[in-house]
């Protein structure tokens, strides 16, 4: 089945206990290292859904919420959690710091200079940035 067709179901609410940490998430303090048992816990699909609904970007640009769920559920899944670096953890990490650095304090960008579109592209390809990384350097690959 097509991720995109209309019968996707949505995914469960994002945990409790999860949210609570994920509340530091539009701050330079938030450390995604430091929520216990987090490769478990999709991070990459939780903390991008979470700001995303904190920028009410779902409304803006009237998005399916389990379209998008469904979505990062898979390109989480093309992120090898054995990779010691380039994983959904970091992939997740360079998400949050990339929407702090574009919404936080007297000097962000969005809304000002992004449009909402520009906004979610800024994110997904923060989303997507290490996909299918195989782990190894550009000298090993050549």
């Given amino acids: 089945m097509n991720i995109f067709e209309s019968g996707v179901k949505q995914q469960p609410e994002i945990p409790q206990q999860l949210l609570e940490k994920l509340k530091l998430g539009a701050s330079f303090r938030f450390n995604i290292l430091a929520i216990p048992n987090i490769y478990s816990q999709a991070p990459l699909l939780n903390l991008t859904v979470y700001l995303m609904r904190r920028h009410n970007l779902l409304v803006r640009l ?81």
């Fill in 62 to 142: 009237k998005l399916e919420e389990a379209k998008l769920m469904a979505f990062l559920t898979e390109v989480e899944a093309g992120y090898d959690v054995n990779n010691p670096y380039h994983n959904n953890v970091h992939a997740a990490d360079v998400m949050q710091r990339l929407t702090t650095m574009l919404t936080a304090g007297a000097r962000s960008i969005y809304p000002t200079f992004l449009s909402d579109m520009e906004f979610l592209s800024c994110i997904i390809a923060a989303v997507v940035h290490d996909y299918n990384h195989p782990g190894k350097n550009n000298a090993f690959l050549i």
